[in-house]
Nanobody, 122 residues
């Protein structure tokens, strides 16, 4: 089970930190990802990290502004979001993928959290 938290309302240029906790499983065997879905749009890839944290991917739209990290001892993965823009407004979902290898394709993720709303005002 995945539980995401940390969303909220922030002004453009501000920062938020999302957290996702994985319960009931050994997080070190899973790659973790963050995706987002804006109203009327498809769910899109944001960031992914492999089981060890040694391989990380970002979408071009967030590269240089967002940082994904994980703490296997705490069964958690975080997404630090800086320099937020109104176009970052969306529901953010964390996801877990078996096997530990990071991926950008959402269909490869087996477990999903409930989502947390991020709203960036201009």
């Amino acid at each position: 089970q995945l539980q995401a938290s940390g969303g909220g309302l922030v002004q453009a240029g501000g920062s938020l930190r999302l957290s996702c906790a994985l319960s009931g499983r050994t997080i070190s065997t899973y790659a973790m990802g963050w995706f987002r879905q804006a109203p009327g749009k498809e769910r899109e890839f944001v960031a992914a990290i492999n089981w060890s944290g040694g391989t990380i991917y970002y979408s071009d739209s967030v590269k240089g502004r967002f940082t994904i990290s994980r703490d296997n001892a705490k069964f958690s993965v975080d997404l630090q979001m800086n320099s937020l823009k109104p176009e970052d407004t969306a529901i953010y979902y964390c996801a877990a993928k078996r096997g530990g290898v990071a991926a950008q394709d959402r269909v490869r993720y087996s477990y999903w959290g409930q989502g947390t709303q991020v709203t960036v005002s201009s």
